[in-house]
Nanobody, 125 residues
Framework: QVQLVESGGGLVQAGGSLRLSCATS????????MGWFRQAPGKEREFVAA????????AYADSVKGRFTISRDNAKNTVYLQMQSLKPEDTAVYYC??????????????????WGQGTQVTVSS
């Protein structure tokens, strides 16, 4: 059973930064691709960023490219999402996910099979 526990959300002013963390098991982080998704009120869940398990290839949504960075620390069994230059439109519940995605399919949300409980990020203008 894959367990994912997010933390690091909160309230920040526009232009500020936050770092989200997703803690998991050694087996999960060394076996699965890891991703971040978000869902704003009244909107569908959308892809944010993902990192492959082997090569460390990354993929980003166009809306966050250049502002967000996904990384993994295998020693700590944790995946991070560093978010900078935050905008009010980044406000959402952010979810960590694990899946069998290859490096070529990191944006494919349907292949992520395990999800965390989510952490709220609110960016004030």
């Amino acid at each position: 059973q894959v367990q994912l526990v997010e933390s690091g959300g909160g309230l920040v002013q526009a232009g500020g930064s936050l770092r989200l963390s997703c803690a998991t098991s050694r087996r999960t982080i060394s076996t699965y691709a890891m991703g971040w998704f978000r869902q704003a009120p009244g909107k569908e869940r959308e892809f944010v960023a993902a990192i492959s398990w082997g090569s460390g290839d990354t993929a980003y949504a166009d809306s966050v490219k250049g502002r967000f960075t996904i990384s993994r620390d295998n020693a700590k069994n944790t995946v991070y999402l560093q978010m900078q230059s935050l905008k009010p439109e980044d406000t959402a519940v952010y979810y960590c996910a694990a899946g069998s995605n290859t490096a070529a399919s990191l944006r494919d949300g349907a292949r992520f099979s395990s999800w965390g409980q989510g952490t709220q990020v609110t960016v004030s203008s």
